[in-house]
């Protein structure tokens, strides 16, 4: 049953990649996990096969609990990484979630360095990813509504959707809750620190240029919202990846039984 809970990790938990070593071992466990699911007599069966032909699978793990460890270790997961986020420099000292400018501000950008106004680009910049720290602290009710209410229907399909199955799980349960939340979060955050000032002042100073055809007017609040939610899904993807290739971070009981090695 250990072999079926790893499949579903390396299958469904985390949209990460695999190496062409470990591809037919990858198949193997989620054939055998998707023999004893479809196998299973309900909701609250008990899932176990016998002998010893199986890998050793037998651990007389239910389907509750296969759920109940995949809700711990998403709930983990989740204020894992708010907490990582929601702290001075989460985003900004971060590049690979750091919030940059725009696609289509980055003219804007280029233009007004070469023209000795990078402090004002500097300050709209940091101003954005200070929006997206403040705007993390609000993602955890939102997640842990989500997971809690995981059935165990969810769970299996999570188990047989392939790589990227729980991701887009919480994804899709959170995305509108988590939109609702932060918009307004960083609207004000923007506010406060003047990033739309700085950024009402960039685009003015472009738009007057005599060179500029095409004005630029984007929502700044709605694109740093978005780039928020990418940053924190990236991070969560990130804390999920731990627990499922680290032990020291299986920190409660059932995460150990049901994610320890065989």
Known sequence: MKQIVKALFMTGLVAGSTTAANAQTLKDWVNKANTVVNGGSGNNSTTTTGGNNNGGIGS???NNEIVSALRQALEIGTKNASGRLNVTNGFFGNALIKVLMPPEARQIESTLRSLGMGAQVDKAILSMNRAAEDASGKAVPIFVNAITSMSIQDG????QGGQGAA???LKNRTTASLTTAFRPVIQNSLNSVG???YW?????IYNRLPT????VN?????????????????TIADEENKI???????VTDLLKKVFGSK
């Open 212 to 215: 500029v055809r095409n004005k």
């Open 156 to 159: 299996l399909s999570i188990l």
């Open 218 to 234: 984007p929502d700044l609040a709605g694109y740093v919202t978005e780039r928020a939610l990418n940053g924190l899904f990236v």
């Open 167 to 169: 991701t887009n799980f």
């Open 60 to 62: 007389n793990l239910s």
């Open 244 to 250: 499922r290739l680290d032990p020291a971070s299986r």
């Open 200 to 204: 009402a002042d960039i685009v003015n």
């Open 195 to 197: 990033a739309t000032r």
